[in-house]
């Protein structure tokens, strides 16, 4: 399958509530192709562990071009760690563009489709 990549824009704050922190996130698609099952995974910036329970207000969303989403993400504050929050991005044909802020955002590089071929889950591209 000959899909072309769609780099997403990511913005993301975050506030403590009680013994929350809640995120803020928007998910734009400024590309001209579909963006297919993009998915979030909240980490520790620092040690890289993921982070859980994290309650989302949706996840493994598709984007048409030009559209834009926002949800919210919820964890209990003292599971974050020290320092900011990581939240990483992966799907079918799904870039992000990096970003530091209150939430820091990256390409979850491991959980790509493409990086799979021992699976066969999506075949080798010649």
Do not use: C
């Not at 979030?40 to 559209?67: C, M, T, W």
């Not at 926002?70 to 991005?89: H, N, Q, R, W, Y």
Request: no cysteine; aromatic share 4%; net charge negative.
């Amino acid at each position: 399958m000959d899909l072309p990549t769609a780099k997403l824009q990511i913005k993301a704050d975050s506030q403590v509530e009680g013994e929350n922190t809640v995120m803020h996130v928007t998910i734009v698609n400024p590309t001209q192709t579909m963006a297919l099952m993009t998915h979030l995974q909240l980490h520790q910036k620092e040690s890289g562990a993921r982070v859980l329970p994290v309650f989302y207000s949706d996840n493994y969303i598709s984007l048409v071009p030009g559209e834009s989403r926002s949800l919210t993400i919820e964890v209990a504050t003292k599971d974050l760690g020290k320092g900011t929050p990581l939240l990483l991005v992966d799907g079918f044909n799904v870039d992000v563009q990096p970003g530091e802020g209150a939430v820091s955002v990256a390409l979850n590089v491991n959980a790509q489709p493409l990086h799979w071929p021992a699976s066969n889950l999506v075949p080798e591209q010649k």
